[in-house]
Each structure stands twice: as C-alpha cells, then as structure tokens.
C-alpha cells in the first residue's frame, strides 16, 4: 500500500507542496482504480437497498469514505476495497434502521464471505507453514512423534496414549515435553541444532 500522511517519517509535518502532490496521487489513483467501477457499485447498490432514490446519495458516500481511507493509505487493490467499504456502509445503514431486507441479507452475506476468503498470498504461506510444520514432525524421534499425534491430532489423554503404546503415563508426559522442545527448536529455533538432536 502506499502510505499518504500528513506527517513526514521522522515526525516533522509536511509541506503544503508535499501534501498538494500526496493529494494529486490520491486523485490520480481514484480516477484510475475507483471511478470505473462506479456500474459495478451502482448495480450492487441497486441489488442491495430497497430505496432507488436514495442509490446516489449512497454513491457519493462511498466515494466520500473511499477517499478519506486512501488520503491516509492507499489500498493494493481498489475493487475488494470498495465493495468492502459499500458492504459496510449497507450494514451501517441497516442496524441504524433497524430494518433487514432478507434479499439483503443474503447478498452481503455472499459478499462478505467472497470477501474473506484467503488471498493467493495467504494461500502460498499457509502452505509453507504447513510444509515447514511437516518437516519439524519428520524431526521427531519415531515415539516422541506417535505420542504427539496420538494427543494433538487424535486428541487422547495422557492415559489413552499410554495404553495404546504400551508404556507408562510419565513416558508418554516425556516424548510430548520432547516432541514439543524439538518441535519449538525446528519452527522458531536453530533448525539445525533440532536436527542433531533428532
């Protein structure tokens, strides 16, 4: 995002030269990313508030509060931003009236849950968690990582798991306190110091 302020990095106010350009970069980036969509929103609009009449007004509010947001920080990407900042603005409007449409409803439901679904970005570093999560268990000794499984994935007491590998409570309380110490060194440690110990 590029950050617009009115005040410079080491906490010195801006000039009115740098403040006039910080401005024109907003209005550049609104005629460019925001104005085009104005279909979109109007047929979103139209599709989600029961009064017509009042679709224009609600434009220029969304267009109001879009620009405040972006004189502060301008978003990566317009479209979610402002369909986000339309959705809130209906749900505003709705609690304040105290009235629900179920058309509605079900419509800013379905926006708001495209809305949160996890970006490629997300997608990418979940996926690495998860890759570095299974290199860590893979670290494990073969019993450390059975009781670890046995009590974090198939969620058994301390109890169950003894039974089921065939040794006593504080041998199971041991290979967790270990799965955990190498689990914690791999992930946020030295990963070659867990390796060795592994």
Request: glycine share 4%; hydrophobic share 45%; net charge negative.
């Amino acid at each position: 995002m590029t950050e617009i302020t009115d005040v410079g990095c080491n906490g010195t106010e801006l000039k009115p030269a740098d403040m006039a350009h910080a401005v024109s970069e907003v209005d550049a980036w609104f005629a460019r990313e925001v104005l085009p969509l104005e279909a979109a929103i109007m047929q979103f609009l139209r599709r989600n508030w029961r009064n017509g009449s009042e679709v224009s007004d609600l434009l220029q509010e969304i267009y109001a509060n879009v620009y405040e947001a972006a004189l502060k920080q301008i978003p990566e990407s317009a479209k979610p931003f402002v369909f986000m900042t339309a959705r809130n603005l209906l749900i505003s409007l709705v609690r304040r009236e105290q009235i629900v449409s179920i058309e509605a409803v079900s419509d800013l439901e379905a926006l708001m849950i495209s809305a949160e679904e996890p970006g490629p970005d997300r997608t990418v570093i979940a996926r690495d968690e998860l890759r570095r999560l299974q290199e860590a268990l893979d670290l494990l000794p073969r019993r450390s990582r059975e009781a670890f499984m046995l009590r974090h994935i198939d969620g058994l007491s301390r109890h169950d798991i003894a039974v089921r590998m065939g040794v006593a409570e504080h041998t199971v309380k041991w290979h967790l306190s270990e799965g955990l110490r190498v689990l914690a060194d791999a992930l946020y440690g030295s990963h070659n110091d867990a390796r060795k110990r592994a």
